[in-house]
């Protein structure tokens, strides 16, 4: 089991940038796939973007593809999405979660943050 931890949301202007950070309470095994999703008022959570965390390219929803980054820091377990260009369409609640098939099915991920709010002011 892993423990999974957002931090740095909050609240910026359109235009604006935040980065997000997920902490995991263990080293990822090698196969792991780490992703992270959002959930706006009234909608369904949707995919962001994902990453195998020992390598390989990182694959983005289309809506944020060009303004959002996902990388990770192995020596300390730490998965960051950078989110530039912010719209107030990206106002949601963001989790991080981490399974172990490259997709992006919520189905496929075993493990979930509590979640980080970010909220982009127009």
């Known amino acids: 089991q892993v423990m999974l931890e957002e931090s740095g949301g909050g609240s910026v202007q359109a235009g604006g940038s935040l980065r997000l950070a997920c902490t995991a309470s263990?080293?990822?095994?090698?196969?792991?796939?780490y992703g992270w999703f959002r959930q706006a008022p009234g909608k369904e959570r949707e995919f962001v973007a994902l990453?195998?965390?020992?390598?390989?390219?990182?694959f983005y929803a289309d809506s944020v593809k060009g303004r959002f980054t996902i990388s990770r820091d192995n020596p300390t377990n730490i998965l960051y999405l950078q989110m530039n260009n912010l719209k107030p369409e990206d106002t949601a609640v963001y989790y991080c979660?981490?399974?172990?098939?490259?997709?992006?099915?919520?189905?496929?991920?075993?493990?979930w943050g509590q979640g980080t709010q970010v909220t982009v002011a127009s």
């Open positions: 979660a981490v399974g172990s098939r490259y997709e992006r099915d919520q189905k496929a991920y075993d493990y």
């Open positions: 263990r080293r990822p095994y090698s196969n792991s796939v």
């Open positions: 990453v195998r965390w020992h390598g390989g390219s990182a």
